[in-house]
């Protein structure tokens, strides 16, 4: 054993240059998040009731180094750690996504909390730590970062998904995804280690080199499933999907909110960056796996969403098959593109709408539960009777969901179907007829819920208004602009895909 | 060095460990099961980074062993849950919720 190690002959450490500006929303929300626990130890039962506006203060601060960053372009990238971390334009952008959605998600728990007699500041300690995964997520190009940014985000979820400790679906739901999250990082964790073999190194850029070069083909191959089968388990990829609508039933519905926008946005912002940069010389073997995990994903997500009656379930299986909408970019990306058509730019600015409208409609359903009680779709009659503008908020996420023109998710599809048929390959013709049929199917369902809001009468005839607490009403607020700025103002955000410093060094 | 009895080590621990996994119903013997997965993956990494004289490759292992403490810790915690509500760890009764 003594010789296995005497084998390796390294250089003296050097500490890395480290560049402070580039990692101050890392470090700030770290500090920010490491202060509250602090805070809370201290001062225990006299803090909490403060703990939800402080946490979602440290979601916003860490905001303002990104807008200083994203200022000095020039600058960017800044690399660091020999091209294993990046701030780019591109990860800027999505560690304002999920900031903000972190932000929206804590307006969203804190009624939901205070009401629910469970373990209370500790859940936004978790959240933190979840949103911090994330954030270091966006800017990992290589896999010991990306590793560790996904478990950060994993671990703290399945202890929230379990959170309601003396509810059984509750308890239900933490197991299933805890259970099939370990087995999925492990299988995912086994293609890494042969592609570090193959590599001989972390980065995802001295991996696409080696497999570029790679003798061994099968083994290729086998390393890039298992790796692709591990992020097909947390954007909820048929067939990696059977946990999601049981944890998404099961779990505080806050957090189920977070589980389909945030940590569904991070697993895809993973997928980017190592299929892109990881695998961007294995198109031949990737796009076919991507191509049957899209068409899948959004067949099975929404015939099986349609017979749903649960809105939560519903919803769970829409994400499914919204999923599988996203991974059809990654289905061409060896093609060539021109110009800001291309399957980065479509993916991340499809993860900005869907975020926006998803977390809305989820604001929605926790407003209407709290008044019916219920997670049945027909206990949405009479909602425009009794609350036209929660109905028809609630209208304008669903009509954005299904593409419906002028609102958001329309123009997100949009893009999806430009990259699809931009190079008229047979894939990309194939999956865009897919992805048409499939949208026919999915506005079948989310009109149903209109329907019953519009035209069907309230269940038990109560037509007390529904309250609006100020954090749903400010969450709602959000999601609701940004819906609307999206569709009308399309490519307010620009080309995201910067894709030289994507594959930086 | 002979990479290969490594690599044949490791597949091998992997293979048991997704066995292990699809047909335990125990939920720590599933949770022991993921344990020798990570642990095929250390050999793994341990294995070619000093195939390549390369020193990530044990700091690799180092950080999954890390996260694997953490993860075994919050599957305990879960398992042992389930175990005060339902007197029973058997993961194919967790079956509350379907469709």
Known sequence: ?505 | MLLNQYLLLAAALFVIGVFGVLTRRNGVLVLMSVELILNAVNINLVAFGTFHGDIAGQVFALFVIAVAAAEVGVGLAIVLLIYRNRRSIDVAEANLMKG
Do not use: C
């Open chain 1, 1 to 505: 054993m003594l010789t296995l190690f005497a084998q390796i002959d390294q250089p003296a450490f050097v500490r890395p240059d480290i560049d402070w500006h580039a990692v101050a929303p890392e470090l700030l929300l770290l500090g920010l998040g490491a202060l509250l626990t602090m805070l809370d130890l201290i001062f225990l039962d006299r803090i909490r009731r403060f703990i939800p506006t402080l946490t979602g203060l440290a979601f916003l601060v860490p905001l303002i180094p990104i807008l200083t960053l994203w200022s000095q372009s020039d600058d960017l990238p800044r690399v660091m750690f020999d091209g294993a971390y990046v701030v780019d334009r591109y990860s800027l952008a999505l560690k304002v996504l999920f900031l903000l959605s972190g932000y929206v998600v804590v307006l969203l728990s804190s009624d939901y909390m205070a009401e629910g007699d469970y373990y209370d500041s500790e859940y936004y300690q978790l959240i933190s730590a979840s949103i911090l995964g994330m954030v270091v997520m966006s800017s990992a190009r290589d896999l010991v970062s990306i590793f560790i940014a996904l478990e950060l985000i994993s671990i703290p979820a399945y202890l929230m998904a379990a959170w309601r400790k003396r509810d059984l679906k509750s308890n239900e739901a933490g197991l299933k995804f805890m259970l099939m999250g370990v087995f999925a990082s492990g299988i995912m964790l086994y293609g890494m280690s042969l592609l570090y073999g193959f590599a001989g190194d972390t980065r995802l850029s001295a991996v696409a080199e080696a497999l570029d070069r790679g003798e061994s083909a099968p083994l290729i191959t086998l390393a890039i499933v298992f790796t692709a089968i591990g992020f097909g388990f947390k954007v909820s990829a048929v067939p990696f999907h059977s946990w999601a609508p049981d944890t998404y039933e099961g779990a505080p519905t806050p957090l189920t909110a977070f589980l389909a926008v945030a940590s569904k946005s991070a697993g895809f912002v993973a997928l980017i960056a190592i299929v892109l940069v990881g695998f961007s010389t294995q198109a031949d073997v990737v796009e076919p796996l991507m191509w049957v995990l899209a068409a899948l994903s959004m067949t099975v997500g929404n015939l099986i969403a349609i017979r749903q009656t649960n809105i939560v379930r519903m919803l769970a299986y829409s994400g499914i098959a919204q999923a599988g909408y996203m991974l059809a970019p990654l289905a061409v990306y060896g093609e060539t593109f021109e110009g800001t058509t291309n399957p980065a730019n479509a993916i991340v600015n499809y993860l900005l709408v869907y975020a926006a409208m998803n977390l809305g409609a989820f604001a929605v359903v926790i407003l209407v539960a709290r008044k019916t009680r219920s997670g049945e779709i027909s206990s949405y009659g009479g909602l425009m009777n009794y609350s036209p503008g929660l109905g028809a908020a609630m209208t304008l996420f669903l009509f954005s969901l299904a593409g419906v023109p002028p609102v958001g998710g329309w123009w997100a599809k949009f893009q999806i179907f430009n990259v699809l048929t931009q190079n008229a390959s047979w894939a990309g013709i194939s999956l865009a007829i897919i992805v048409a049929v499939n949208s026919v199917i999915a506005a079948f369902y989310y009109l149903n819920v209109a329907k019953q809001m519009w035209f069907m009468p309230a269940p038990d005839l109560d037509h007390t208004p529904i309250r609006l607490p100020a954090p749903l009403a400010t969450a709602l607020a959000i999601t609701l602009v940004a819906t609307i700025v999206f569709g009308i103002l399309p490519g307010i955000v620009g080309d995201l895909s910067d894709f030289t410093s994507l594959a930086a060094r």
